[in-house]
């Protein structure tokens, strides 16, 4: 299993921006998978998630609105669309999966990709 993300950067408050999460050795479509962040300082904590068991998107409160999650499936690759981004965004931004279903992943069997650097500041 092998995650890479790409797509950080940074930009000014209001802007946007695409992260992309290639995925290898599984399936995207066939597990659950998330987004999470993880700003200095503070705990990792999760973003977006596509569940499979749900079927449906799930969104942290705090980027609900502003933040979209996709997937393409046939080039096994999963997106974060930032639109809206605030400072308080900035963060290394991973993506995970624990070749389960759920989006309550288990810490022991999660694989995290390198993480991505966001910057939003003026």
């Known amino acids: 299993v092998q995650l890479v993300e790409s797509g950080g950067g940074l930009v000014q408050p209001g802007g946007s921006l695409r992260l992309s999460c290639e995925a290898s050795?599984?399936?995207?479509?066939?597990?659950?998978i998330g987004w999470f962040r993880q700003a200095p300082g503070k705990e990792r904590e999760g973003v977006s998630c596509?569940?499979?068991?749900?079927?449906?998107?799930n969104y942290a409160d705090s980027v609900k609105g502003r933040f979209t999650m996709s997937r393409d499936n046939a080039k096994n690759t999963v997106y974060l669309q930032m639109d809206s981004l605030k400072p308080e965004d900035t963060a290394v931004y991973y993506c995970?999966?624990?070749?389960?279903?759920?989006?309550?992943?288990?810490?022991?069997?999660?694989?995290w990709g390198q993480g991505t650097q966001v910057t939003v500041s003026s």
């Open positions: 995970a999966t624990d070749l389960s279903w759920v989006c309550s992943m288990n810490p022991a069997r999660i694989h």
């Open positions: 050795g599984f399936t995207v479509n066939y597990y659950a």
């Open positions: 596509i569940s499979i068991s749900e079927g449906r998107t």
